[in-house]
């Protein structure tokens, strides 16, 4: 009984940290009914700022907790004049990216400045232990409890006894009506998403404070523990947000008392999945929650799917100039890196299925790539099968892999997909971590064997025309399927899911059967690298991965099937384009994204949206909802 007290303390303290970030994913979440993958960010700058104040005050606690949380404030300001209120009208999912693309740029330049290592807060900073019966709590832990409580107190007595806090539920509830009753909306957004970055802030002061310990990622942890404990208690609810922190803080801690540290990390995607699936709004979230007030994906018209006319010179011509490279191109580094192009415009392909064609936002493709990448390599190094078998048996495995994985999600739409198909990703790479009698763990996989042909092993070119080959019969069945009666299915399902269930389409089928296909072509992918470089570690698996390639399909344009294969592998060979800039290169990339999607939301090679109006102009019909918007 005396453990489990103490588990409830130390639980309550770090949950304190995840429900502030809960409360701030939960605020922006609520009044513009988005995900803002930036609010780690704020967690980051905000500890750093801190660690600043300190050196400069000589360990002065209460200046670095101000400076932090302004310095937050303003981080929220930045992130939504430019990464969010140019996007109010695009698809939900465009503001995703430009945050993600903010969340880069911060941490990167962060990096940049202070460097890759774990840094104290403050060498001066104490820490006093207290004992109170069997239980022992140290001062940070008090002071954490004590800020939550007045932090979420505070905010709560704003939302619900001022004018200030009426305004936020109502634009909350219907943006237009607040509009004509008055309210300055975007002063109203605006100032709500600083306050919600401000409590990003306090909690990475805070969390900083409780173990003495910053480094430049650490925004990105806090942000999967901040989001799902907002999942846990109701992506809506403030108040929900508050119990899911505290939940997963305790649940995390008696996961390290009682099973294994090793695993405490997974409990959060672990809860983020079983409630999505259990009960998508949360724990008090509203049942009938069904707000739809903004853009879909069928806002970007899919582009024509290309026939495979094999008697057009326009497939043939790329065909034969990638055929044709190797022969000018003879360094191993520029082979490597056409290489890896090839193969990321594989995956992005692949992903370009669920996202572009079948309208389902996943985070959750690092899993496919992992699982294809995992399962090749134990086939051919612990069970000793042939390694062209091996990667056979890998791209089965990982298709059954993907019909698994979509059947928690089936009842999902919109965010609660891209929530959930993070959490699966997460879980996942938890597993490969831990797993270590299976997977080996952090030590990753070694000495996997290169395929061969007659006798002869595969060297850079010969691995080169592999992946052409793997990319070439992937775009072809995709084509086929695609002008298929399954392809237009799915397509219908992208714009009009109910509308394709009530001609007799089981779109749960339909979902599976696109996951399943989707999986393979990312498994096939991830046999291939495991093979090419001969070694494997969860580290290449990680859920950020996975938002990574959903960048690479947004970029070339969803629902292109050329544009995928292109901003797969633009955005492959960006990293090695910007070797010159080595150290900030992520915070150019983390640019070049926010820039694409501000100035061509639809990617470089998708459709122009064309507003309904303007269609009326043209003459052009419009659906029935364009027409109740025009008028």
């Not at 303003?74 to 695009?90: D, M």
Request: contains cysteine; glycine residues 12%; positive net charge.
């Amino acid at each position: 009984m005396d453990l489990f007290l103490q588990v409830l303390v130390n639980g309550f303290a770090v949950g304190g940290t995840y429900a502030l970030g809960a409360v701030g994913i939960s605020l922006v979440f609520g009044v513009l009914n988005i995900i803002n993958f930036g609010q780690g960010a704020t967690y980051t700058v905000a500890a750093y700022v801190g660690m600043l104040l300190m050196m400069l005050t000589g360990a002065n606690v209460l200046v670095a907790f101000v400076g932090g949380v302004a310095a937050a404030f303003i981080v929220g300001y930045i992130t939504e004049r430019i990464a969010v209120r140019p996007l109010r009208n695009q698809p939900l999912q465009m503001s995703l990216i430009t945050t993600m693309g903010f969340g880069l740029i911060a941490e990167n330049l962060v990096q940049f400045i202070f460097g890759p290592q774990t840094q104290p807060l403050s060498a001066d900073l104490s820490s006093s232990v207290y004992s109170i019966g069997p239980v022992t709590i140290t001062n940070w832990e008090i002071v954490t409890l004590a800020v939550v409580v007045l932090a979420t107190g505070t905010l709560h007595f704003v939302l619900s006894r001022t004018s200030f806090g009426s305004a936020v539920r109502a634009v909350a509830e219907d943006r237009r009506a607040a509009v004509l009753l008055g309210i300055d909306v975007n002063r109203l957004i605006i100032v709500t998403f600083c306050i919600a970055a401000a409590m990003g802030g306090v909690a990475g002061v805070l969390g900083a404070a409780l173990y003495n310990a910053i480094y430049p990622t650490m925004g990105s942890l806090s942000l999967t523990k901040a989001f799902a404990a907002s999942v846990l208690g109701g992506m809506e609810q403030v108040g929900g947000a508050i119990v899911g922190g505290l939940i997963l803080g305790v649940a995390e801690s008696a996961t390290a008392v009682y099973i294994s540290s090793a695993w405490r990390d997974a409990i959060a995607f672990a809860l983020l999945v079983g409630v999505l699936v259990a009960m998508p709004t949360g724990l008090l979230g509203r049942r009938d929650l069904d707000k739809v007030e903004r853009t879909n994906l069928s806002v970007f018209p899919l582009p024509p799917v290309p026939r495979l006319d094999l008697r057009r010179m326009s497939i043939w011509l790329p065909v034969l100039i990638a055929l044709l490279l190797p022969l000018v191109i003879n360094d191993n580094y520029y082979m490597r890196i056409l290489t890896i192009m090839l193969m990321s415009g594989m995956i992005a392909l692949s992903l370009n299925l669920v996202a572009g064609f079948a309208g389902l936002f996943s985070l959750g493709h690092a899993a496919f790539y992992g699982f294809g990448a995992y399962a090749s390599a134990i086939l051919s190094t612990q069970l000793g099968l042939p390694v062209w078998l091996s990667i056979t048996g890998s791209i089965l495995l990982t298709g059954a892999f993907g019909v698994v994985f979509a059947w928690p999600i089936m009842r999902l739409r919109g965010h609660y997909v891209t929530m959930a198909t993070f959490g699966l990703s997460g879980l996942s790479w938890m597993i490969m971590l831990n797993w270590i009698d299976l997977t080996r763990g952090p030590m990753g996989i070694r000495a996997i064997p290169a395929p061969e042909f007659f006798g002869e092993t595969f060297g850079a070119t010969g691995f080169y025309y592999l992946i052409l080959a793997f990319l070439l019969i992937s775009t072809g069945i995709v084509l086929a399927l695609l002008n298929s009666p399954f392809g237009r299915a799915i397509r219908a399902m992208r714009d009009d899911e109910l509308g394709v269930a009530s001609v007799g389409q089981d779109t749960r089928v339909l979902k599976m059967q696109v996951f399943a296909l989707s999986a393979a072509i990312a498994g096939g992918a991830g046999a291939f690298w495991a093979h090419y470089v001969s070694y494997i570690s969860p580290d290449s698996f990680t859920p950020i991965v996975s938002i990574s390639f959903l960048a690479m399909v947004v970029f070339g344009g969803l629902g292109s099937v050329p544009g995928a294969i292109f901003g797969g592998a633009a955005l492959a060979a960006l990293p090695e384009i910007l070797r010159f800039a080595s150290e900030y290169r992520l915070a150019i990339y983390g640019l070049i994204l926010i820039l694409v999607v501000l100035y061509r939301p639809q990617g470089l090679l998708g459709m122009r949206h064309i507003a309904p109006d303007a269609r009326i102009r043209k003459g052009q019909p419009a659906s029935n909802k364009a027409r109740e918007e025009a008028a």
